[in-house]
């Protein structure tokens, strides 16, 4: 099934991942983590996006967002890559597209994922066995969510501030976070969504969501229940007009 276009709601948080082409890398030193993040907090800033946790890794970058104009997601990728693809080919003297297509972007349920976005986000470094624990990786939120380290980029959500009224314990609490794994059904279930442009949430949250969008919110079932009761009784219903 091809990938859903893309939607934004103000003030809805979206989870947005975006590849190389090939897969091939889109850092090559510190100078292009370092302009990026340059690109992206103007971007953010311009086009009235909060960046939350996010992760740059030597291929792709993850981000959670939540934008506040209709296409502010859309309006910050654009520049963003743009300026970025424009400073990668002049400085590695190469031509062509660096990105694996248009970015990726999943609506996000915030009382039910959204921490778990920002766990996602910033263990990625040592899924990839990177390192052993996100505060080794430099290019990540995870040091100023977890350890107070100032980051201009960064706008705290409300439900990370509501970990605790007081700085340094949110942060003890929000470090505790990361005593526990991700579940693998979890892991697919937000691979998933992103890749496919469906929503993060569950049954009530997706209708609410395909309510205001007029688009399905997740894949419809293949085929039917030959063993459900709705089933059983639709084929005797068909029997009896034959």
């Known amino acids: 099934m091809a990938r859903l276009p893309r939607f934004t709601i103000p003030g809805q948080p979206q989870q947005v991942i975006q590849r190389g082409n090939n897969r091939e890398p889109i850092f090559a030193d510190v100078e292009d983590y370092q302009y990026y993040l340059e690109r992206l907090r103007e971007a953010a800033r311009k086009c009235q996006v909060d960046i939350h946790p996010y992760v740059l890794m030597t291929n792709h970058v993850h981000l959670l967002i939540t934008p506040w104009k209709e296409k502010g997601t859309g309006a910050m990728m654009q520049s963003l890559g743009r300026y970025y ?16 297509g248009c970015y990726k972007a999943t609506l996000l349920d915030s009382e039910a994922y959204l921490l778990t976005s920002y766990r996602y986000i910033e263990l990625n470094p040592v899924r990839a066995e990177m390192v052993r624990h996100p505060a080794e990786y430099p290019w990540s939120s995870y040091r100023c969510n977890a350890l107070g380290d100032k980051n201009p980029l960064i706008t705290p959500h409300p439900l990370y501030t509501a970990l605790d009224r007081d700085e340094g314990i949110r942060q003890v609490v929000y470090r505790t976070l990361f005593d526990t794994h991700i579940d693998s059904r979890t892991l697919e279930n937000i691979r998933a969504a992103t890749n496919k442009a ?32 709705q089933f059983r009784e639709k084929i005797s219903k068909i029997k009896g007009r034959s």
């Open 85 to 100: 693809v424009q400073y990668f080919n002049h400085r590695y003297a190469r031509t062509g597209t660096l990105w694996e």
């Open 198 to 229: 469906w929503v993060l949430g569950d049954d009530r949250f997706r209708e609410k969501i395909g309510r205001l969008l007029d688009r399905p919110m997740a894949p419809r079932p293949r085929g039917g229940d030959h063993c459900s009761e």
